[in-house]
């Protein structure tokens, strides 16, 4: 199947060169260096994106609307094919795509220093300020209800009733550390009904590799826009916190590595603030704290419910997997949630 596409792209096979990036959980990547070019080749994985119809829809929607308002930001749209196929090339194997890669760009895995947080915040902050004008209507859902809360936990209470009975039973830990925090998911609910809280274009994917930076490790711009949609900023925010306070990340094995570091969640409220402190209502900066706990209960509801599943969604590539990555998730709460007090003023100041 990849001959077909290079060729579509107008690439010869011999001249060009193939490496799989193992990075992320549902697309798959490639990095394609042809004539002394890089390009980024991606396949869509439709069971997870049953519509990519709607992924190109979002992504022309916000190319015009930046295209008018904000026409020095560097928003990286799929490359035409040779027949003009614009965002995707289709045949029978699936749905692909090729990016451009920006010269001088670089993304990184982990995050090392509260500077790279900083940046990475103001990034996602400055993604959906400057999509404020954008009805939010106007934007396909391509994952419906992703990140509602509410529903994550039905499905794992319906992974409770009809999952494999014996991980059920051995992760009987687990599920009571579930269970024990559900008070998160009735705030939640109170959120959905609090006119306060608006929605916006949100990325919904706020992994410190979706940012990609410059030579001198400044920001440039935010990529993978599959699940841009309509949310709350506690979305953004809150995987932010999940994925960068710890200096381990959701695979890790031994727990005692998993610690919240203070001055990266400084960096994540100034650099989101510093974009959108005019944009959040006060009600919705109360809940930068919340946002964390949101995103990190929500991880780790989706990997122990997909591990009562027998790993359907994400996949195992060892027994467990999933369970281990539900654990790692409910000790991050954990440590978390024992910081409330330390980090209470930092909105205000
Ligand atoms: C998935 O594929 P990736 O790594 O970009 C998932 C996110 C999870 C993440 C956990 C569409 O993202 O929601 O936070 O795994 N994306 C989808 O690693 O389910
Ligand atoms: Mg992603």
Redesign the pocket.
């Known amino acids: 199947m990849l001959p077909a596409v290079l060729n579509a792209y107008g690439f010869k096979e011999e001249s060009t060169k193939l490496e799989r990036i193992h990075?992320?959980?549902?697309?798959h990547t490639w990095k394609v260096t042809t004539k002394g070019e890089t390009y980024i080749l991606q396949k869509v994985?439709d069971v997870?994106?049953k519509h990519p119809e709607h992924i190109a829809h979002n992504i022309k929607l916000l190319a015009n609307y930046l295209q008018q308002h904000h026409p020095g930001y560097l928003f990286i749209a799929p490359l035409a094919t040779n027949e003009g196929n614009e965002m995707f090339y289709l045949i029978d194997e699936g749905h692909f795509r090729l990016f451009p890669f920006v010269p001088y760009s670089h993304t990184i895995n982990v995050v090392e220093t509260p500077e790279q947080a900083f940046e990475a915040s103001v990034q996602f902050g400055r993604f959906t300020r400057q999509l404020n004008g954008i009805a939010t209507s106007d934007l396909k859902v391509t994952?419906p209800f992703?990140h509602d809360l509410s529903l994550r936990y039905a499905q794992f209470q319906t992974a409770l009733s009809n999952g494999n009975p014996h991980r059920i039973k051995q992760s009987h830990a687990l599920i009571k550390a579930i269970l024990e925090n559900d008070e998160i998911v009735s705030a939640y609910n109170r959120i959905k009904s609090n006119p306060q809280f608006k929605l916006r274009v949100t990325h919904?994917?706020t992994?410190i590799s979706?940012v990609l930076f410059d030579d001198a490790d400044k920001g440039l711009c935010v990529i993978?826009l599959?699940?841009v949609m309509p949310g709350y900023f506690i979305s953004d925010v809150g995987?932010m916190m999940?994925t960068y306070l710890s200096p381990v990340s959701?695979e890790e094995k031994d727990f005692d590595e998993i610690v919240i570091r203070d001055d990266f969640y400084q960096a994540i409220v100034s650099g989101y603030l510093k974009e959108m402190k005019d944009e959040l209502s006060n009600t919705e900066k109360k809940y930068f704290f919340y946002a964390g706990k949101f995103m990190i209960y929500m991880?780790a509801l989706?990997f122990l419910s997909d591990h009562l599943n027998d790993d359907v969604?994400?996949g195992a590539a060892y027994e467990g997997q999933n369970a281990v990555r539900a654990n790692n998730q409910l000790i991050l709460l954990q440590r978390l949630i024992e910081k409330e007090n330390v980090f209470a003023n930092v909105v205000a100041d």
């Open positions: 990075a992320g959980l549902i697309n994985n997870v994106f994952i992703f919904h994917d992994k979706n993978d599959d699940t995987d999940r959701e991880q989706r969604y994400y």
